[in-house]
């Protein structure tokens, strides 16, 4: 049984953070991923303050102490420190709204770390033709009804289905054949934070494989299977599309993610509302689908040619 009253229980720092995990797991209803990303944070920084330290209890942390632990992640990347410097905060907030007397000593420390921006890598429209070609010439030339042929035509699926919505490739490999209607046309995606929508698929093309991988492989839970039956991994996705790359000889990093950069981007050159953009891609801010009007190139070099005042200067 959980035990919420903090004057009752033992105020050691191994406890808080598995009360905090807890907090976030049943209360909060936080996904695996970033569960898991807070237990690795949270362990590397109890870990610390134990070996440098040797204290047990959470409120005998000092705001020296946390300075010094900062110190030590100075080699990390700028978006690794955030993540890491978030979880800690997210824990002393927990605990201090827990705990009202506690004093919280992160707050006393000001941080500004700035991270450097990069643009996505992005296909043009040719790389995905060519991708996909790769795929359904291969059918042509393969034989049908043995696993080589499931595997491709599973493959292809994964593909089309990427390219097609834009979804993440955890939430791709987290549908479950309930969540996808081939008579209708249309999958449901379960998003970060449990938010969930629905993305219509419009091309016959993609239905057409989805019903063909669905009918020869027969997946009862997940819709997309490994060879034991079980739910395809993300990183089993990415080493498909690096295997790919390295076929068609691409120099881009293509990644599962690409696809969903290389989804919005296209959209947004065919002049299609950043808001339907950003309902599809299922961001909560509009500002996260906002760097895709930033790598646009097309769309700006197609502005600049035809609509600069320039044009219609006549100077000689």
């Known amino acids: ?79 690794t420190i955030k993540r890491k410097i978030a979880s800690m905060k997210a824990m002393f907030t927990y605990y201090e709204f827990e705990n009202d007397t506690f004093i919280n000593p992160i707050r006393k420390i000001k941080l500004r770390i700035k991270e450097t921006k990069t643009l996505p890598t992005v296909m043009c429209i040719n790389e995905v033709e060519l991708i996909l070609k790769y795929f359904y010439e291969k059918l042509d030339t393969d034989p049908i009804y043995n696993y080589k042929h499931l595997n491709l035509v599973r493959n292809l699926c994964i593909i089309e289905l990427l390219f097609a919505t834009g979804i993440r490739v955890e939430e791709l490999c987290n549908l479950q054949c309930k969540d996808i209607d081939l008579y209708n046309g249309n999958i449901k995606v379960h998003g970060k934070g449990g938010k969930e929508r629905i993305i219509q698929i419009c091309s016959e093309e993609v239905i057409t494989i989805l019903k063909d991988y669905n009918l020869i492989a027969k997946p009862k839970t997940f819709f997309f299977i490994n060879r034991l039956g079980n739910c395809i991994s993300t990183q089993s996705v990415r080493l498909i599309i690096k295997k790919i790359t390295k076929e068609l000889n691409l120099t881009k990093n293509i990644t599962p993610h690409t696809f969903r950069h290389t989804f919005a981007t296209l959209l947004l050159e065919e002049n299609v509302d950043i808001k339907y953009i950003q309902t599809l891609l299922g961001h909560s801010s509009i500002v996260t689908t906002q760097i895709y009007t930033h790598i646009n190139l097309n769309k700006q070099k197609e502005i600049l040619l035809n609509r600069h005042p320039r044009n219609k200067l006549f100077i000689k």
Request: aromatic share 14%.
């Open 1 to 79: 049984m959980r035990i919420t009253n903090y004057q009752e229980m033992n105020k050691n720092i191994s406890n808080v953070k598995n009360d905090f995990l807890f907090h976030c797991k049943y209360e909060k209803g936080l996904s695996k991923k970033t569960i898991k990303a807070y237990e690795v944070d949270i362990n590397q920084f109890i870990n610390f303050i134990k070996n440098k330290y040797s204290i047990q209890e959470f409120e005998s942390i000092t705001k020296e102490m946390l300075k010094k632990y900062l110190q030590t992640m100075s080699g990390f990347k700028p978006k």
